[in-house]
């Protein structure tokens, strides 16, 4: 038998095969959250003329002696430059924002000036490009000012704004359908009868899927036969770019989601991996259709979807960020030895001694779904690795949360 691929391993997988999606234009006011496809550049300089970073008096600084009395010929606000010659020996009152006039090279700030009506006094010395942001300091025209592939925040749409895209081109949201699967899976307001539980998956599911960009599409729950397998697949590829399946990967009789897929032509790429919680995670192909079989387990199910689900619908819309992880974090409690698996560790950041840390939560084991619930972050730590004392480092995975 091959050796179960790590996680690193098994994500590099995923990502090679994740398809690209196309691109659409929206307008910016409905763009937040979205990965943007192409490079928005500037169409002037930027800034787009030579700024006064200051409130108080434009002038040449070779006639800014300390002392110095100069006769105030004007005012230069924003939005409304001082529009004649600045005569040498004079200045020029002048408030942030404003078009420094092209005569002078420096501001004095107000707060080193005093100004008597016509006239003001300087207290302190002035270099020549003292507080004026120079034309195209920042960008020159033509340059890029967000990249594609990025996500577009609030800062990102202001800047897009600031240089006239009214409409940007942004990835396609993926589709993604969600498909619990079990007969003893009833829906959340029913009363579960002896050996059921409500599908509570799904929503966590669906939630870490819009966190990743995704529009969700809910399909019924697939009872343990494949004949009703084979449908609900047949009608998800129909349905969606993503197929994110929940129970039925693991080895027992009932276990028929790789089963169905080979059925339906799909390439399983892998199936199990060296991951604690989350080892009978399946892999699979349809075409452009990409498969996740997740584990029924719900903490082993949300940590595969978060591991593997999130990176991947980012890859699939171009992002140049599909993976989020911290480097180096340290603990603030001691972890014991790992097992034969990679393991994944639930997480609060703290603060121990003004320093970023992280808290271990106390867990049960991997089916504790409360303790995965109060975690913020997730621990890797790879398999046959040594005791960690308080102090020591983990490595993080953080994942952003798109709208």
């Keep these: 038998m091959a050796p179960l691929l790590p996680i690193a391993e098994a994500l590099t997988q995923v990502l090679a095969r994740a398809p690209r999606l196309g691109a659409i234009a929206v307008p910016i006011a409905q763009a937040q959250g979205h990965i943007l496809a192409h490079d928005l550049c500037a169409d002037r300089d930027q800034p787009p003329f030579d700024r006064s970073a200051m409130d108080g008096v434009a002038l040449r600084a070779a006639d800014a002696a300390v002392g110095a009395v100069l006769p105030v010929v004007g005012t230069a606000a924003a939005g409304t430059p001082f529009a004649d010659p600045l005569p040498q020996g004079a200045c020029v009152r002048i408030f942030t924002g404003a078009v420094v006039p092209p005569e002078a090279d420096s501001v004095v700030p107000v707060e080193q000036v005093t100004l008597h009506g016509d006239s003001c006094t300087l207290h302190a010395p002035c270099r020549p490009g003292q507080h004026v942001a120079r034309q195209g300091s920042e960008v020159r025209a033509g340059g890029v000012v967000v990249a594609a592939g990025t996500v577009l925040t609030a800062a990102r749409l202001g800047v897009a704004a600031a240089f006239g895209h009214a409409e940007v081109q942004v990835a396609r949201r993926p589709r993604a359908a969600v498909v619990p699967t079990g007969d003893e899976v009833v829906a959340v307001t029913a009363a579960p009868g002896p050996g059921q539980i409500r599908d509570s998956n799904r929503y966590a599911l669906a939630e870490i899927l819009r966190q990743g960009g995704a529009e969700v599409v809910h399909m019924p729950v697939a009872a343990d036969r494949a004949d009703e397998l084979h449908r609900a697949l047949s009608s998800a590829l129909r349905t969606a770019d993503v197929i994110v399946t929940c129970g039925g990967v693991s080895a027992g009789d009932l276990d028929l989601v790789a089963p169905a897929l080979r059925e339906l032509g799909a390439e399983i790429h892998f199936h199990k991996i060296r991951i604690k ?116 480092s983990i490595d993080v995975v953080i994942w952003p949360q798109l709208p």
């Design 277 to 392: 919680p989350g080892k009978p995670l399946l892999f699979a192909t349809i075409g452009d259709k990409v498969v996740l079989g997740l584990p029924g387990n719900p903490v082993s199910a949300a940590v595969c979807a978060t591991l593997f689900a999130l990176p991947l619908l980012a890859a699939m819309q171009g992002a140049t960020a599909t993976r989020w992880l911290l480097a180096g974090v340290p603990l603030a409690l001691p972890l014991p030895a790992t097992g034969p698996r990679d393991e994944v560790v639930p997480l609060v950041p703290v603060t121990a001694q003004g320093q970023l840390a992280v808290l271990p939560v106390a867990t049960a084991g991997s089916a504790d779904v409360f303790a995965f619930s109060r975690a913020t972050w997730l621990g890797i730590r790879s398999a046959g690795g040594a005791a960690l004392a308080a102090g020591e």
